[in-house]
T-cell receptor
Framework: GIQVEQSPPDLILQEGANSTLRCNFSDSVNNLQWFHQNPWGQLINLFY???GTKQNGRLSATTVATERYSLLYISSSQTTDSGVYFCISGTYKYIFGTGTRLKVLA | EPEVTQTPSHQVTQMGQEVILRCVPI?????FYWYRQILGQKVEFLVSFYNNEISEKSEIFDDQFSVERPDGSNFTLKIRSTKLEDSAMYFC????????????FGDGTRLSIL
């Protein structure tokens, strides 16, 4: 079945820094989403991005489906960005990535 | 904005008991999903459901698990005889009229098996 790997597994940033999170998936898929799991455990939808580039405020994402990876960019990070970032991919059966645990220090 | 709602937020059950977790998907969505997350681990797919039948299920979704859409609004996950290792956060999600649309997640039900 499809494998989804994320890097880095852990990331510590100073407030205001930029970062890039990566999601690699092993097979061609119709769906790719990025989520932020906040400290209360809620899964917040960031982007649905099976291909192309999208931006939403300080966040942007790019998926290159032909090369089977997606990138999430966080600019000018804030302490509220802390949490775990997951990508999820699949069709009918979905696989979550291993996650990137981000901590932003004030 | 419409959202997926899950009840209860926390369920405590004795081992061996049956438990039903409830979800109300977004009203015009046709695809429904259950996932679980054991504390500190990644989210795992359990099952997808469309047109009143299971589309896909994972190895975790064995005979102890079942899903049902008993009416036009609810989507339930039943665990027949709970085990300690079923303790986890269970998330429900739904997506629109085609399989290639974003999933919207509920806030989860924390299941604690004693």
């Amino acid at each position: 079945g499809i494998q989804v790997e994320q890097s880095p597994p852990d990331l510590i940033l100073q407030e205001g820094a930029n970062s890039t999170l990566r999601c690699n998936f092993s097979d061609s898929v119709n769906n790719l989403q990025w989520f932020h799991q906040n400290p209360w455990g809620q899964l917040i939808n960031l982007f649905y991005i099976p291909s192309g580039t999208k931006q939403n405020g300080r966040l942007s994402a790019t998926t290159v489906a032909t090369e089977r990876y997606s990138l999430l960019y966080i600019s000018s990070s804030q302490t509220t960005d802390s949490g775990v970032y997951f990508c999820i991919s699949g069709t009918y059966k979905y696989i979550f990535g291993t996650g990137t645990r981000l901590k932003v220090l004030a | 904005e419409p959202e997926v709602t899950q009840t209860p937020s926390h369920q405590v059950t004795q081992m061996g008991q049956e438990v039903i977790l409830r979800c109300v998907p977004i009203s015009n969505h046709l695809y429904f999903y259950w996932y679980r997350q054991i504390l500190g681990q990644k989210v795992e797919f359990l099952v997808s459901f469309y047109n009143n039948e299971i589309s896909e299920k994972s190895e975790i979704f064995d005979d102890q698990f079942s899903v049902e859409r008993p009416d036009g609004s609810n989507f339930t996950l039943k665990i027949r005889s709970t085990k300690l290792e079923d303790s986890a956060m269970y998330f429900c999600a739904s997506s629109g009229k085609r399989s290639n649309q974003p999933q919207h997640f509920g806030d989860g039900t924390r299941l604690s098996i004693l």
